[in-house]
């Protein structure tokens, strides 16, 4: 009997003991990282995260790091680990440790029951390790209410990890619609947990002029703002008429500005800038006519023009200077090494009319207006290397020849970046096919209005950057890809997130994960377990990808 009721008291206190500290073991189908991880060896038991937890940093970026990862628990567990700079080593610790070997974005995640360790030689690195940590924990992690029955576990596991691309980017066009300060910062949280570290803003186009210049306070007072015709279709908006007030659009003061690029910064994620030109600008124009080679009047446009030919006039100095002092205030707003001019689309019908643009094609000893566009492009780019920047341009950059230090991105399909890389230029690939995700994800008959296309979630997910064309040498000069979220038809930020999740988690595992890794079957798997996440970010993602496979049919032709 004694025997007995001793052996009871021990399966109580064994029950106690487990209950204070479980050790639940994790099968491989429970774990859904997204992008996939280079390597990784699943072990038995787990690391249990608690208020007594500490995370242990060397230096102040990484604490700025480990701040971020501790404040995802305030809300969802309603403590926070404590954070210690330079502490020695303990029990239940996260240890942020620098292994200069570690390639520039790479990291170890080395987790045991009783300690984590992550290395990286870059702060960057830290900051991905952080990112596969947090999907290892509970989905509840992201709630901004408590969970009060959620064990704050992962699994004993050793990663290693590094990206195949070092852009992998996503592009937001912010002119046809806006989306103000609060939704980019939102955007830019969503992005960072796929480890995209490119956020690309269209800035202007001929919808909208959307950044605060100091010197030229009408860009935003006058191009800021167009006549609402929301309740019209894209391309049978009528103009603004005279007496008509112009109520829809805004802008993002230069403060706006540095709070985005602190708040990206911080997120390892660099802000690419895209000042248009010399086409699509009207919004430009309806400030500053000078600038054109008519003279105006124009009006800030509410939906769509084509051909593009209300364009700057590349026959008037006058044009550069403004365009320098609108630069110098870009480039002193955005650290990016890249600064991106545009150049897409331009039909020169007025510069071959204008006596001015037809005086530098005499003097400058160039053929026709196609080589004064290349002209144009080459002139600013001398400008923005003076400012030890990169020029970026679209692919029509090519046309007349590319200035000499240009990175292309090829939109146009992979030709323009194919030529370019053989050319020895750097190259981003965003070809529309399957880059582009204002274009359809599911069968049209079902989905929200878009411009037109087909990109469904496993053609962005088999997407390769490298064109097999390129030998090995030219390949090194794509240095990756991106997503491109044009917003003719997009209103309002819920549908941006529509468009933009879950494809956008394709694209980062076909950015970030090597083709050894990469397995169609099993990220379809990973994304319907990794929604739940985004359920508890309050993401509004695309859930048609899941009726069909992540396969949807081609659209029925209408
Ligand atoms: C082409 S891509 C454009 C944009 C449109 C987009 C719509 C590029 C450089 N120009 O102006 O918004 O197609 O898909």
Excluded at 219 to 238: F, M, Y
Excluded at 271 to 285: Q, S, Y
Aim: hydrophobic share 35%; glycine share 8%.
């Amino acid at each position: 009997m004694k025997q007995r009721f001793t052996g009871l008291i021990i399966l109580l206190a064994g029950c106690f003991l487990w209950s204070c500290q479980p050790q639940e073991t994790f099968s491989a189908k429970e774990i859904a990282l997204i992008p996939q991880v280079q390597k990784m060896t699943l072990g038995a038991s787990s690391f249990h995260f608690s208020e007594g937890t500490t995370l242990v940093v060397q230096n102040t970026e990484q604490e700025g790091i480990a701040t971020l990862f501790a404040n995802l628990f305030e809300k969802s567990a309603g403590w926070k680990p404590k954070i210690v700079n330079g502490g020695s080593e303990g029990s239940s610790q996260l240890i942020f440790k620098t292994d200069g070997n570690l390639n520039e974005e790479g990291y170890t995640l080395d987790i045991k029951t009783d300690k984590i360790e992550i290395k990286a030689s870059k702060p960057a690195g830290f900051f991905y390790a952080i990112q596969t940590l947090r999907q290892l924990l509970p989905a509840e992690v992201e709630s901004s209410q408590k969970q009060d029955k959620t064990e704050w576990l992962v699994p004993v596991i050793s990663i290693s990890d590094s990206p195949a691309f070092k852009w992998r980017g996503y592009m937001l066009d912010v002119s046809r619609h806006f989306f103000p300060k609060e939704d980019v910062i939102q955007m830019i949280d969503f992005l960072a947990i796929h480890k995209i570290n490119t956020l690309h803003l269209h800035l202007l186009d001929d919808q909208g002029w959307r950044i605060e210049i100091k010197k030229y306070p009408k860009l935003t007072a006058i191009g800021g703002w167009r006549v609402d015709r929301e309740d019209k279709p894209w391309n049978s908006r009528p103009k603004q008429e005279a007496g008509e007030k112009a109520t829809n659009g805004g802008f993002y003061t230069q403060e706006d500005v540095k709070e985005m690029v602190a708040y990206a910064q911080k997120r390892y994620i660099n802000i690419v800038p895209e000042i248009e030109m010399p086409a699509h600008v009207t919004a430009a124009l309806a400030a500053y006519p000078q600038y054109s080679c008519t003279g105006g009047p124009f009006t800030v446009l509410p939906g769509g023009v084509w051909p593009v030919t209300d364009i700057y006039c590349a026959g008037n100095d006058s044009t550069f200077l403004f365009l320098q002092d609108v630069l110098s205030e870009v480039i002193d707003l955005f650290p990016s090494k890249y600064i991106h001019i545009g150049g897409d689309e331009a039909t020169k019908t007025e510069w071959d009319k204008c006596p001015k643009c037809q005086k530098r094609i005499k003097t400058e000893g160039l053929k026709n207006s196609g080589e004064l566009q290349s002209y144009f492009i080459k002139r600013i780019e001398k400008f923005i290397n003076s400012k030890d920047r990169v020029l970026l341009g679209w692919d029509e950059i090519l046309e007349g020849g590319l200035p000499p230090k240009a990175t292309v991105m090829s939109w146009r399909g992979t030709q323009g970046g194919i030529d370019a890389a053989k050319q020895g230029h750097d190259v981003v690939m965003t070809p529309g096919q399957p880059c582009y995700f204002d274009h359809y994800q599911g069968a049209k008959e079902e989905e929200p209005l878009a411009i037109g296309g087909f990109n469904p979630l496993n053609k962005v997910y088999e997407f390769d950057p490298i064109p097999k064309e390129l030998d090995a040498e030219a390949a090194k000069h794509i240095l990756g890809a991106q997503a491109n979220l044009w917003t003719e038809y997009v209103p309002t930020f819920k549908h941006a997130q529509y468009m933009t999740f879950p494809r956008i988690a394709a694209m980062a595992e076909a950015l970030w994960s090597s083709k050894e890794v990469k397995n169609w079957d099993d990220f379809y798997r990973r994304i319907q377990t990794f929604t739940k996440r985004y359920d508890q970010m309050g993401i509004n993602y695309a859930k048609s990808a899941f009726k069909t496979g992540g396969k949807a049919e081609e659209p029925a032709k209408k």
